[in-house]
């Protein structure tokens, strides 16, 4: 689903989130494609799970499950106490480019890895 509407290799590379953010800025994703509420929200879970994975596989994180968040979130990097994967994709579909996935991984990634 993810190759139909994006037309992007989802190979859970740090490259394929600056594929991503461009995708959802060119096409102003979640506006243009007037989504209701649970569209919206599998949306948002799908690509925050996309985003988790990333993170997982590139950093050393793992997923756990917290009764303090809706979702699951990914814990285990240095210097950084959990992150939220589901709540950033939601902050870009609000925040637009400015909160660029590809910008807050690389940020991640420097607080995790030295």
């Known amino acids: ?6 037309n ?7 490259a394929s989130l600056k594929a991503l953010d461009e995708a959802l800025g060119s096409r102003e994703y979640f506006e243009e494609a ?4 649970e569209s919206e929200e599998a949306i948002i879970t799908m690509l925050g799970a996309y985003l988790g994975e990333v993170v997982r596989r590139n950093l050393d994180g793992r997923w756990e499950l917290s009764d303090e968040l809706p979702s699951p979130r990914i814990v285990g990097l240095k210097s950084v ?17 400015s909160a660029s996935l590809w910008k807050w ?9 030295g």
Do not use: C
């Open 1 to 6: 689903m993810a190759k139909e509407n994006f």
């Open 8 to 14: 992007i290799d989802f190979d859970y590379s740090p």
């Open 34 to 37: 007037e989504l209701d509420e």
């Open 81 to 97: 106490e959990w992150l939220d994967p589901m709540a950033r994709i939601a902050k870009r579909s609000q925040e637009g480019e």
């Open 105 to 113: 991984y690389r940020s991640v990634q420097r607080h995790s890895t």
